[in-house]
């Protein structure tokens, strides 16, 4: 069973993906399936964060 994909998960992934770019320890065959994977991931975290942000937005703006 895969375990669902969390902010830092997939945050942590992508520091991977960035590392072995840094030090190019990626194939170019790999090169083009770890940019997809890292633009998933990126995407992934830009809407948590807006999804969060919009969360706190309502409770700050929700009076007590």
């Known amino acids: 069973m895969e375990t669902p994909l969390t902010y830092e998960s997939a945050y942590a992934e992508l520091q991977e ?30 809407q948590k964060l807006k999804s969060t942000e919009a969360e706190l937005d309502k409770i700050i703006k929700t009076p007590e």
Request: glycine share 0%.
């Open 17 to 46: 993906i960035v590392t072995a770019l840094e030090n190019e320890t990626i194939s170019v065959d790999e090169l083009a399936i770890k940019v997809k994977r890292a633009t998933q991931l990126v995407e992934f975290c830009q």
